[in-house]
């Protein structure tokens, strides 16, 4: 094997940034700040590894991700179940973030996953706002619970409501500030207004896809299907088949955008509406129903990102004499 093949894996915690190299099984340890950060990009640059990956943890390994991308190295963020299910195919039942750091350097070897490419600021900026108006929202529907389980003449309930009302005006400011950025950007201002020809897409939505699914027109069908989590997969071994499809993974906060979509669409939206009514007809389930109407609803939002022309209503095929 050539001096430069070889993987790092780097498990991160607020404090430290431990690394594992394959197949060397060489492992060093940082403080998790910039001069830590520097001195690993030192030791990955000296190695000259094929990838460099961390797990997602929150957001703390975007720092040490983007100064190793903004370096020319190969990164990629990994999901840290499925490094947990790789270890234990292993039988490396033992946990340790140095150990972590040596699966993650393992891992990647076999899944050889996506690279990560650092989005742009207009992005970055983007993706924050979006959070924050879905924690805003969070916190509103948590005050709402606690407010209805307090006594009517209650100090902490109006202080509760107080609360709740602020919330409310800070997502208006949010929502205010979301359609600033995207109209700022021409490419951003384009996408939107793309997302948005298509009925049921509203501005959460297109602000939400923009921000969380930067893939969207750069994959093929069952590719966007996959990341977003509703492509259905079966359970079948020989001659058993074990019920109904299941979709599952995928990333939860497009999908709970696009539900609400697809389930406005499916009454005003054409296309989605004929998809719900005919699988109603034939017994499927509401919510089985629903769910093909979100990936009918992606699809033809990867459809019409990929080619640039907004969505227009498919003429009915003439019937000849």
């Known amino acids: 094997m050539p001096v430069n093949e070889c993987y790092v894996g780097i498990d991160v915690s607020k404090k430290w940034l431990d690394c594992g190299v394959w197949p060397s099984c060489e492992q060093f340890t940082e403080p998790n700040s910039p001069e830590g950060i520097a001195r690993v990009l030192e030791r990955v640059s000296a190695l000259g590894p094929k990838l460099v990956a961390a797990e997602a943890t929150g957001g703390l390994e975007l720092p040490v991700i983007t100064a190793l991308a903004q370096a020319a190295r190969e990164v990629a ?4 179940r499925r490094v947990r299910e790789f270890a234990r195919a292993l039988g490396k039942d033992a946990k340790t973030d140095r150990i972590d750091a040596g699966m993650i350097a393992r891992y990647v070897e076999v899944a050889r996953p996506v690279r990560y490419r650092p989005p742009s600021p207009q992005r970055q900026t983007l993706a924050a706002l979006v959070t924050r108006r879905r924690q805003l929202i969070d916190l509103a529907t948590s005050e709402r619970g606690r407010l209805a389980s307090l006594p009517a003449q209650s100090e902490v309930r109006t202080m509760t409501q107080k609360h709740i009302d ?8 949010l929502d205010a500030r979301l359609l600033k950025e995207m109209s700022e950007s021409p490419e951003q201002k384009e996408k939107y207004t793309l997302l948005r020809s298509v009925p049921g897409v509203g501005p959460v939505t297109a602000s939400t896809l ?3 699914l930067p893939e969207l027109g750069q994959l093929n069908r069952k590719q966007i299907a996959a990341l977003v989590g509703v492509a259905p997969f079966n359970c079948d071994s020989a001659h058993r088949s074990y019920g109904a499809r299941v979709i599952w993974g995928g990333r939860a906060d497009v999908r709970s955008v696009l539900y609400m979509a697809a389930l406005v669409g499916s009454k005003f939206n054409p296309v989605l509406k004929a998809t719900y009514e005919r699988l109603i007809g034939r017994g499927k389930v509401k919510k089985v129903a629903l769910t093909a109407c979100i990936r009918k609803l992606l699809l033809i939002l990867n459809q019409i990102t990929k080619t640039g ?3 227009r209503l498919p003429r009915k095929p003439e019937v000849k004499p």
């Open 166 to 173: 602020w919330l409310l005006v800070e997502r208006g400011v």
């Open 309 to 311: 022309e907004p969505w």
């Open 77 to 80: 963020i990994v999901n840290p």
């Open 210 to 212: 923009m921000a969380s």
